[in-house]
């Protein structure tokens, strides 16, 4: 539930102070059949949230804009958003939150906390107001859980070109009038299908008209294609911005020479992470994700050194192809400090049954969901050993394939005292269990 009571919307300026080149190359459309669309469960609709401000932090009063998740942890809106007006040089507001897929009062995963903030130099100095649009690093990734949009970043020079026969779609948020009596909050997200009436090359601004209600800064601006006759894929290529002399909506579309400061910027952020990192071994702010350590020939000494870091948001490592041995495994599972590792890929690291032995008993490692084995000398003794573990209660899936177990390895999984219940996926490929081991598996009721 939502825990503020003042909020009001954040609206572009009746009248953005553009420069428009009149004689640059425009594209003119016809107006189509108008629709809407209203859910926040549905594909696009479920990557858009609520960016809301606060200004100073102590006040009391929110405002609230539009944003949409175009990853796990970024989030695409309108630098008005975040901006305050103050000039020579606007300044970052000190409160910036996200709230993913809001719907009526209801906040399905709650706010949040936004860790790092950018806008393009220019609009930040009154340089091009059309530069307005943003990006925000959140803390968590909570787009792997409500889904995210791609970008599609086209070149300004062949923007006409290639969105002169464009169908964009609209979404956002209502704005003031659609709050409820009492000044309570009550959030309505739209999608609002339109044609494009004018594209503009110098500015990379996108000319659409929609309703009053969704004028909302940083609706977010989709291009729709049709793939066969019932799908269609939807990327973002903009964010409303405000209006322009003629009251004529605006669009500041991401271009790829917008794109690429992005992505120079999330580079950058990222870098200097990763050395604090490096430096401090102590990954407090859980950046690392993902370790792929394939075919590294990664010996006793690389171990070593490896589990000196406290990777705490390490959540998957990839060891495939490293002779790992069961001896590694054994200083792996005493050593690491990794509490929220959910996968482990360790195909073909000439490990046994005493590796299994060692994982099976690692306490640190709760949050395991997934382990790969492809390619090891296990036995029907290793095999039980993982299955039967009271550390791996959460496993979903286990891969087995190439590893030699036979009958009895099959038979052993297959027991009626296993401890991995919420198991979905088990790989058996090349494994010579016979008919008495799959005839195990197929009465197994747990």
Not at 17 to 33: A, G, M, R, V, W
Not at 236 to 250: C, E, F, R
Not at 351 to 361: M, P, R, V
Request: glycine letters at 8%.
């Amino acid at each position: 539930m939502l825990i503020y009571k003042k909020m009001e919307p954040i609206m572009p300026e009746e009248s953005l102070q553009i420069s428009q080149n009149k004689e640059q190359q425009l594209i003119e459309f016809d107006d189509k059949t108008r629709e809407r669309e209203m859910s926040t469960t549905s594909f696009p609709q479920n990557a858009n949230g609520v960016v809301i401000i606060k200004e100073p932090e102590k006040e009391s009063t929110m405002k609230w804009g539009s944003g949409m998740l175009i990853g796990p942890d970024l989030v695409l809106t309108a630098a008005q958003n975040v901006y305050d007006g103050q000039k020579p040089t606007r300044k970052k507001y000190p409160y910036i939150k996200f709230i993913p897929r809001a719907n009526g009062d209801e906040t399905p995963f709650g706010e949040i906390e936004v860790q790092d903030v950018f806008a393009s130099e220019k609009f930040i100095s009154y340089e091009r107001d059309e530069e307005n649009y943003a990006l925000l690093i959140l803390k968590t990734p909570i787009g792997r859980e409500t889904g995210y949009c791609g970008v599609r970043a086209i070149s300004a020079k062949h923007s006409v070109e290639l969105l002169k026969s464009a169908v964009i779609s609209v979404v956002g948020y209502l704005a003031l009038e659609r709050m409820k009596e009492g000044n309570e909050i009550c959030f309505e997200q739209r999608r609002e299908r339109r044609i494009i009436h004018n594209l503009e090359q110098k500015t990379g601004l996108i000319q659409y008209d929609i309703p009053v209600s969704l004028r909302q800064s940083g609706g977010t601006v989709f291009n729709e294609e049709k793939v066969g006759s019932l799908h269609r894929k939807f990327f973002v290529i903009g964010v409303h911005v405000g209006q322009d002399k003629d009251s004529s909506d605006l669009a500041c579309m991401i271009t790829k020479e917008r794109f690429e400061e992005l992505y120079h910027w999330i580079n950058e952020i990222k870098r200097e992470k990763f050395e604090k990192v490096t430096q401090s071994k102590d990954d407090k702010e859980g950046v690392i994700k993902k370790l792929q350590l394939i075919d590294k020939f990664l010996g006793p000494e690389e171990l070593s050194l490896l589990t000196e870091y406290r990777l705490r948001g390490l959540e998957e490592i990839d060891l495939s192809y490293n002779v790992i041995k069961n001896e590694g495994i054994e200083f792996f599972c005493k050593n690491s400090v990794w509490e929220n590792l959910k996968r482990i890929n360790l195909e073909r690291t000439s490990i046994g049954n005493d590796g299994c032995y060692s994982l099976s008993k690692n306490e640190t490692w709760k949050q395991l969901k997934a382990l790969h084995f492809e390619r090891n000398d296990i036995s029907a003794d290793g095999v039980s050993a993982i299955f039967k573990s009271k550390i791996f209660l959460g496993l979903e899936g286990i891969d087995l394939n190439h590893t030699r177990f036979g009958p009895s390895g099959a038979l052993a999984l297959a027991g009626d005292t296993l401890s991995c219940t919420n198991l979905k996926k088990l790989d058996l490929e090349h494994n010579a269990i016979g008919d008495e081991g799959a005839s195990a598996i197929g009465k197994n009721t747990s």
